[in-house]
C-alpha cells in the first residue's frame, strides 16, 4: 500500500469516529433483526418439519415465524435510518471543514470548487452510509450465523467460514486496479465538467463565429472519453459481484448437497443420529443464504470505498495545505507589503507571465491593477493570495523571506473573482459562515436588495453554487462575506464585470469603503476604478508599464 493511498485510508477512518453513536444503535438493530431472522427460520423449520413428517400444522408456529419475520424488516429499517443519518453527519462535517479552505483558495474558480465538492460528497457519502455500515453488519451478522452452524453442524459452519475467509481475498485482488480507475475517472469528470461548463457559457459566441461544428466533434470526443472511463469503473463492479454470485452459489449448495445426502444416508456426518434431523437440515439451509446478504450488499458497495479513497487523495493536500497554514504563527499585521524583481511561469511552460515586477504596497488604499485580458493581473492577484509561490524574485510580507510570506497571505487575505463560490447552505450560512448570533443590524444594507425577493429570506435555501441568484447577487452576497469576515488584504479579480450598472453603483463604494482600513487590490481594465485608486498598476503582458 502506498504511502499516499494509507494515508487516505486513514483519515477515512478517523472520521468513522466522529459517528459512532449512530454507527453504534445502527449496530444494535442490525444484530436485532439478524437474531428475528434466526429465530424465523428456527420457527419455519419446526413448522415444515412437523407437517412433513407427521402431517400437523401448528398455526401458531407459523404466526411466531411471522412476527419474527415482521421484526427482522422493521430493526433492518432503523439500522439503515441510523446509518444514513451517520453518513450524512460524517460528509456534512467534511464539507464544513472544505468549505473555508476552499473559500480562500484562488487556485480554484467558484466553478471548479463546486464540482469538487459534489463530486466528494458524492463519493464519500456511500462509502459512509453504505459500505461502512455492510462491512459492520458483515462481521456481526456472519459472526452469528457461524456460530449457530457450527453448534448445529460444524461441516455447514467450515463451508460457510471458508467462503467467507476467500470472498475478501478476491475483493482485494480485483480492487487493486479499481482504485486507478475510479481516480482517473474523477480527474475526468472535473476537467471536463468543466469544460463543457465553459461552452455553455459561450454557446452564443459559438453561433456567431461558425464554430459550431468543431465545438461539437471536441465535446463529443470528450463525452466518449468521460463515457469509456466510466464504463471501465462498472466493468470492475460488475466483476466483483459476479465473482461473489459464484462463490455464494457454489457453497449453498455444497451445503445442501451434504445437507441431502446425510439424511437420506449416503454421506453420514460425525453428528448424524445425535439429534441431527429434518427440521435442523431446513434451519441450516434456510439460513445459509442470509449468511450471504450482508456480504453481498458489502461486495457490491466495495467500489464506493474505491471512489471514496480517490477522492480523499485529492481533497488530503487541500485540507493539509490549511492544516500547515495554522501551525505557522502569522498573527502579526501588516507592516509592509514589497514585491522585488518577481518572475513568474506556470510548470511546463517556457512563456514568463509576469517580468521583473517591483512595487512596494500600501498597507491600506485601494490599489488597481490595470492591463489587457492575458496580461498576468490575476496570476499577480494568486501570488498576492499565497496561492502561487515565487520562485524568482521576492513577495515579503514585513521583510520576511518569501515561505513564511506565502502563508502569510494564505491565512491574511480575502479573494473575490467574478465567478463567487456560493456554498449548499442557506443564504445566513453563505453571509456568516458560523456564526450564531443574531444578525439582524449586523449585515450590509445592500444585502436588503436580495432578501426582499427572498420568501424564506435569510433561511433561503441556495445550491448548485447558488443558482437561485444572479451574477450581481452572488457577487453582493461574496462581498458582504468579505466586509463581515475581514482580513488584512482584500483581492478582488474583475469584480464588476458583466455586472448591470445598478449592482455596480453598489458594489464601487462598499470597495472604497473596505479600502479606509485595509489593503484591497484590485484587478480591472474598468476605467472607473482610475479614480479612486491610491495605487495603479499597469501590466502589458506581463510587463510593468507604469507604477504611479
Keep these: 500500500m502506498s504511502s499516499n493511498q494509507e494515508n487516505a485510508s486513514r483519515w477515512l477512518g478517523k472520521k468513522i469516529a466522529e459517528a459512532k453513536g449512530a454507527y453504534a444503535l445502527a449496530s444494535s438493530f442490525t444484530i436485532l433483526s439478524a437474531g428475528c431472522f434466526i429465530i424465523f427460520c428456527w420457527y419455519l423449520s419446526d413448522f415444515a418439519a412437523l407437517w412433513l413428517d407427521h402431517g400437523q400444522i401448528l398455526p401458531n408456529t407459523l404466526l411466531y ?43 480554484q474558480d467558484s466553478v ?32 452469528m450465523i457461524l456460530i449457530v452452524s457450527f453448534w448445529m453442524e460444524k461441516w455447514v459452519g467450515l463451508v460457510l467460514l471458508g467462503s467467507f475467509l476467500v470472498i475478501p481475498l478476491q475483493m482485494i485482488i480485483i480492487g487493486i486496479g479499481a482504485e486507478a480507475l475510479h481516480k482517473k475517472h474523477i480527474n475526468l469528470f472535473l476537467k471536463y465538467s468543466a469544460v463543457f461548463y465553459n461552452r455553455l457559457q459561450t454557446v452564443a459566441e459559438i453561433v456567431n463565429l461558425d464554430n459550431f461544428k468543431p465545438q461539437y466533434k471536441f465535446l463529443s470526443d470528450k463525452s466518449q472519453e468521460l463515457n469509456k472511463a466510466t464504463t471501465s469503473v462498472m466493468r470492475v463492479a460488475i466483476l466483483s459481484s459476479a465473482v461473489l454470485e459464484l462463490f455464494v452459489t457454489l457453497s449453498i449448495a455444497m451445503i445442501a448437497i451434504y445437507l441431502g445426502m446425510s439424511l437420506l444416508g449416503i454421506m453420514v456426518g460425525p453428528n448424524y443420529g445425535k439429534g441431527y434431523d429434518f427440521r435442523i437440515a431446513l434451519f441450516l439451509l434456510t439460513l445459509s443464504p442470509y449468511f450471504y446478504f450482508y456480504l453481498r450488499k458489502f461486495v457490491s458497495a466495495y467500489h464506493d470505498r474505491n471512489k471514496a479513497l480517490a477522492s480523499a487523495k485529492l481533497i488530503l493536500p487541500i485540507l493539509n495545505e490549511g492544516i500547515a497554514d495554522t501551525a505557522t504563527d502569522v498573527s502579526e499585521g501588516l507592516n509592509a507589503f514589497e514585491i522585488n524583481e518577481l518572475n513568474f511561469s506556470y510548470p511546463d511552460s517556457p512563456v514568463k507571465v509576469l517580468h521583473d515586477i517591483s512595487l512596494r504596497l500600501p498597507t491600506k488604499g485601494l ?11 490575476s496570476t499577480l492577484l494568486k501570488i498576492c493570495t499565497g496561492s502561487l509561490s515565487a520562485l524568482e524574485g521576492t513577495v515579503s510580507i ?27 447552505g442557506t443564504l445566513r450560512y453563505n453571509v456568516f459562515l458560523e ?26 435555501v441556495l445550491s448548485h453554487n447558488g443558482k437561485q441568484l444572479s451574477g450581481g447577487e452572488k457577487q453582493l452576497v461574496t462581498l458582504a462575506r468579505m466586509m463581515l469576515h475581514p482580513r488584512a488584504i482584500a483581492i478582488l479579480d474583475e469584480p464588476t464585470a458583466n455586472l448591470d450598472m445598478d449592482t455596480v453603483e453598489v458594489i464601487l463604494p462598499q470597495i472604497v469603503k473596505m479600502a479606509e482600513d485595509r489593503l484591497v487590490i484590485v484587478a480591472s481594465h474598468e476605467k472607473m476604478f482610475e479614480s479612486i485608486a491610491n495605487t495603479i498598476l499597469n501590466l502589458n503582458w506581463g510587463e510593468q508599464m507604469d507604477y504611479e
Excluded at 460524517?90 to 464544513?96: E, F, H, L, N, Y
Excluded at 463519493?123 to 461502512?132: M, R
Excluded at 444578525?439 to 435569510?458: M, R, S, T
Design 65 to 107: 415465524a411471522l412476527i419474527f419475520l415482521t421484526g427482522r424488516y422493521i430493526f433492518a429499517h432503523f439500522a439503515s435510518l441510523f446509518n444514513y443519518k451517520a453518513g450524512n453527519s460524517i460528509v456534512a462535517k467534511i464539507k464544513k471543514k472544505l468549505y473555508p479552505v476552499l473559500l480562500n483558495n484562488s487556485r
Design 112 to 143: 471548479s470548487s463546486t464540482l469538487l465538492v459534489t463530486r466528494i460528497c458524492d463519493d464519500l457519502k456511500p462509502f459512509y452510509a453504505f459500505f461502512i455500515p455492510y462491512a459492520i453488519a458483515s462481521v456481526l451478522v456472519s459472526g
Design 367 to 377: 490599489v488597481l491593477v490595470k492591463g489587457i485580458s492575458g496580461s498576468g493581473k
Design 398 to 424: 514585513n521583510g520576511k523571506n518569501n515561505t513564511w510570506s506565502q502563508t502569510w497571505l494564505r491565512t491574511n487575505s480575502s479573494y473575490m473573482n467574478q465567478f463567487p463560490f456560493i456554498f449548499d
Design 435 to 460: 456564526k450564531e448570533k443574531e444578525c439582524v443590524g449586523q449585515y450590509p444594507v445592500f444585502l436588503d436588495k436580495i432578501l426582499a425577493k427572498k420568501e424564506d429570506g435569510w433561511q433561503s
